[in-house]
């Protein structure tokens, strides 16, 4: 059964949400999470609030990115301490970790 799923959304659903997705397990790993949560990538344009319970996008979708619900923006999406910040930030607001 999975705890939880992230959904990491870009414009296409193809190159900058498969590197925050591959980002988002190395931080997960890193932060002792549970290992039953699952990430994934998609289109920003397809993505809809029951496809996941937490979202990731870049700040440049944050404003389209708010119809699905609880969304973690991230100012550089290059930047893996500001992901693994703002998921631990999350996690352990949920108690995951």
Same mark, same amino acid.
Request: aromatic share 2%; net charge negative; proline share 2%.
């Given at each position: 059964?999975?705890?939880? !799923? &992230?959904?990491?959304?870009? /414009?296409?659903? @193809? ?28 289109? &920003? ?10 979202? &990731?996008? /870049?700040?440049? @979708? ?5 119809? @699905? /619900? ?7 999406? @290059?930047? !893996?301490?500001?992901?693994?910040? !703002?998921?631990?930030? !999350? ?7």
């Amino acid at each position: 059964m999975i705890n939880m !799923k &992230i959904l990491v959304v870009c /414009g296409h659903g @193809l190159g900058s949400s498969f590197m925050v997705e591959m980002n988002a397990q190395e931080a997960l790993r890193q932060l002792n999470a549970p290992s039953d949560i699952e990430v994934e990538h998609s289109d &920003i344009m397809t993505a809809s609030p029951e496809m996941a319970d937490l979202f &990731i996008c /870049g700040r440049d @979708l944050a404003e389209n990115a708010e119809r @699905l /619900g609880d969304v973690l923006v991230l100012d550089n999406i @290059l930047d !893996k301490a500001e992901l693994q910040q !703002k998921l631990s930030e !999350k996690l352990q607001q949920l108690n995951m970790i």
